[in-house]
């Protein structure tokens, strides 16, 4: 079954997408990777996304608008990945309602009926809340895919994700959780200061200096020494967050860069030797900064950081491919959640479905769960800023 996974993250730049093929034989699903891509979200929409973000206000009016707009960005996305049986779409989070360590509540915005009209298959959507209707955090969710994939992992093994925000899943325990911001801080930073999206190649943070006290202020943030599960986002890592704790140490750009970047390595890394890992896989976009690699690396103790591109995930699209996954579990029946990684009372079949232009016709669920999974990227293409497929990889 040739499913599309649909997902743009905490860092709100574009819609990540993935094409996977999957099969189940013996307890082993194994996907081939037809597709990965990446979709800018146009700049205006991008725009009004970050204002609609917290702390700031916004109207229901905005809201409708932005469902219908960023569900007409995904359904572009969805079209420019090609061919599918089925769509696994995550949306866009706009809001994480977290009350005393609790979510409440969670919203994406992306209606997904503009992706069914314009794909002619199912959609799977709105996957978070059933997990946080059984009392769990929403989040994070990719946890499922990590742990069939750390399953042939000799040793400790876990996966960390470096998005906007940073999240670890521990093999063998079986949890996972949000450590803290991973470009989330940085990112605002540098938007603020300049007007890019991020620290290129990490040659901000090559160039400034780590300011020790503002790094010990930052790090006595509550959130890092709560309990797993947890979960955090936007509405605490935010930039009106980084003013208030930066803005009385007047740092120079690269500085503060410097700074945000190790406080990302460190956290992330406090965790790392937390459980005593012995190999770290991972994925996001941080893999792609040289700067916060190696900060990570040797804050990491015994652990040996691995890109997840070594073990068949292209690290740039792991998340989509995990939703592919998500949305292959929801069509064949089958729970996705670990009660250990989200805090659940018991596993849940996540998410709504929205027909296709035809009849709805599920596949007969499999006699079991998958306990394992194997990717091949082979026949995989390289991402492209556009969305558009570029042969050779």
Request: one cysteine or more; aromatic letters at 4%.
């Amino acid at each position: 079954m040739r499913v599309l996974g649909l997902i743009s993250g905490t860092s709100h730049d574009g819609i990540d997408s993935a094409v996977v093929d999957w099969s189940m034989r013996d307890g082993v699903l194994a996907g081939v990777v037809e597709h990965t891509g990446e979709r800018p979200y146009d700049p205006g929409l991008r725009a009004r996304i970050v204002a609609a973000l917290p702390p700031n206000p916004i109207d229901m009016a905005e809201v409708c608008r932005l469902d219908t707009l960023i569900g007409q960005a995904f359904a572009d996305a969805a079209e420019a990945a090609g061919p599918a049986d089925l769509v696994c779409s995550h949306g866009q989070t706009l809001y994480h309602w977290v009350e005393d360590g609790r979510v409440r509540g969670t919203l994406q915005l992306g209606q997904p009926a503009w992706i069914a009209e314009r794909t002619g298959v199912p959609v799977v959507s709105d996957l978070r809340v059933r997990d946080v209707s059984a009392g769990g955090q929403g989040a994070p969710l990719v946890s499922f895919f990590d742990l069939l994939l750390l399953a042939d992992l000799p040793g400790r093994g876990g996966a960390l994700n470096l998005g906007g925000i940073a999240n670890l899943t521990v093999g063998g325990l079986g949890i996972a959780y949000d450590t803290g911001p991973a470009s989330a801080l940085l990112d605002a930073a540098v938007s603020a200061a300049t007007g890019r999206p991020y620290d290129e190649d990490g040659r901000l943070a090559a160039a400034g200096r780590i300011h020790e006290g503002l790094l010990r202020e930052l790090l006595a943030e509550p959130y890092y020494q709560a309990l797993p599960p947890k979960t955090t986002g936007k509405e605490l890592f935010h930039p009106g967050y980084l003013a208030r704790v930066a803005s009385p140490y007047g740092l120079a750009l690269a500085d503060l860069v410097a700074t945000l970047t190790a406080l990302t390595a460190e956290t992330v890394a406090a965790e790392i030797r937390r459980h005593r890992l012995d190999t770290v896989i991972v994925s996001g976009g941080g893999v792609r900064n040289p700067v916060l690699m190696d900060m990570l690396r040797a804050r990491a103790g015994q652990a040996h950081i691995l890109p997840s591109d070594e073990f068949g995930v292209p690290a740039d699209a792991k998340e989509a491919i995990a939703f592919s996954l998500l949305g292959w579990m929801t069509a064949h029946g089958l729970p996705a959640t670990v009660p250990g990684c989200t805090g659940a009372a018991g596993p849940r079949v996540l998410g709504t479905i929205t027909p296709g232009r035809g009849p709805l016709t599920l596949p007969e669920p499999p006699g079991e769960a998958p306990v394992r999974v194997r990717l091949n990227a082979l026949s995989a293409v390289r991402r492209h800023p556009g969305g558009a497929p570029v042969a050779g990889w």
